[in-house]
């Protein structure tokens, strides 16, 4: 199970932090992302953090958005700063075993997923 939270509303240059809880599945042995989906684009990937803590970072959210994961409580973070319009989107924390021992943003590649938590950027 993996439920996101910490989304809201907030204007051009503030900041959020999501938090995603999950449950039921060995989380340490799993590579972690977030995606984002906004009405009527497709999903696509945002960060993703491995078993070993490396992290990819999409071009758009690259120095802005920082990943990251605490294996002890089993949930993983995004600290987005700076945050723009364009990043309006309803955000997904996703888990796959890593069995390649690298993170990745392609989603068909993701066994579970989370409900999603709404980021709303106003300018």
């Known amino acids: 199970q993996l439920i996101e939270s910490g989304g809201g509303a907030v204007v051009s240059g503030g900041s959020l932090r999501l938090s995603c809880s999950t449950s039921?599945?060995?989380?340490?042995?799993?590579?972690m992302a977030w995606f984002r989906q906004a009405p009527g684009q497709e999903r696509g990937g945002v960060a993703s953090?491995?078993?070993?803590?490396?992290?990819i970072y999409s071009d758009s959210v690259r120095g802005r958005f920082t990943i990251s994961r605490d294996n002890d409580k089993t949930t993983l973070h995004l600290e987005m700063n700076n945050l723009k319009p364009t990043d309006t989107a309803k955000y997904y924390c996703?888990?796959?075993?890593?069995?390649?021992?690298?993170?990745?943003?392609?989603?068909?590649?993701?066994?579970?997923w989370g409900q999603g938590t709404q980021v709303t950027v106003s300018s």
């Open positions: 039921g599945f060995y989380f340490s042995r799993y590579v």
């Open positions: 953090i491995d078993s070993q803590h490396h992290t």
């Open positions: 996703a888990a796959m075993e890593d069995y390649r021992g690298s993170p990745s943003l392609s989603g068909g590649q993701f066994d579970y």
